[in-house]
Every structure is written in structure tokens, then in C-alpha cells.
């Protein structure tokens, strides 16, 4: 599919079911390393906005699929709706596992915060 420059378009999250595609006939995730922390990332991350406006329950499934299959890297921004009440309880049993970012249009240490 191609979009013109500046489209938006919406993704539908796959069936995530008992029956979806089982893990181990996928190969590895590939990981880089972040910086001189020591800490691998997926090279492919999980967009928080994917999760915004969808029950809780579709939001943990989404999450587990991505771990699963190898994703540790997770992104959210206040301006993603709901994504952000929906992302972190779906993280809540892996949070010793991902690494989170969020990004934020504050421009201050200050406000940042």
C-alpha cells in the first residue's frame, strides 16, 4: 500500500487467539545494543498507539503477541488518546523485560517532568 505524504491510516490488530502462528517457527528477533548501556533493544518496536482506544483486554493480548515474538522496545506519547492507560497495565508483567520510551512535546527539563 502506498500513501501519499502526510496520510494516516489505520491498523487493524491480527487475531489474537490460542490459534495465531506459533512462536518457534519464527526466527529470532534481531537486537542492537543501545548505546554503551549494555541493554539490547528489537530492532522492531511496538507503537503505543496501536493499543489507544481498544478494551483492556485486546491491549494485554497485543502486548503479549509482541513480547513473544521477540519485541522489548515500546513507545507512547501523551498525544496517543488512551494508549498510555492501556500500555502500561498491558506492560505491568514485563517491566523487568522492555524498555519504554515516551516521548513528550515539552521542551524544559521541567516540564518534561
Known amino acids: 500500500m502506498k500513501l501519499a505524504a502526510g496520510a494516516v491510516t489505520t491498523y487493524t490488530l491480527p487475531h489474537l487467539s490460542a490459534e495465531a502462528e506459533d512462536v518457534k517457527?519464527?526466527?529470532p528477533l534481531k537486537q542492537r545494543e543501545l548505546g554503551k548501556t549494555?541493554?539490547?533493544l528489537s530492532i522492531i518496536g511496538f507503537g503505543g498507539i496501536v493499543?489507544?482506544?481498544i478494551p483492556q483486554d485486546e491491549a494485554n493480548a497485543a502486548v503479549k503477541h509482541a513480547i513473544e515474538r521477540g519485541v522489548n522496545y515500546f513507545d507512547v506519547a501523551p498525544t496517543y488518546g488512551n494508549a498510555e492507560d492501556?500500555?502500561?497495565p498491558a506492560l505491568e508483567p514485563y517491566r523487568d523485560q522492555v524498555f519504554l520510551a515516551c516521548k513528550t512535546q515539552k521542551r524544559t527539563r521541567e516540564e518534561a517532568a
Open 38 to 40: 549494555g541493554r539490547k
Open 51 to 53: 493499543v489507544s482506544g
Open 25 to 27: 517457527d519464527f526466527p
Open 86 to 88: 492501556r500500555l502500561g
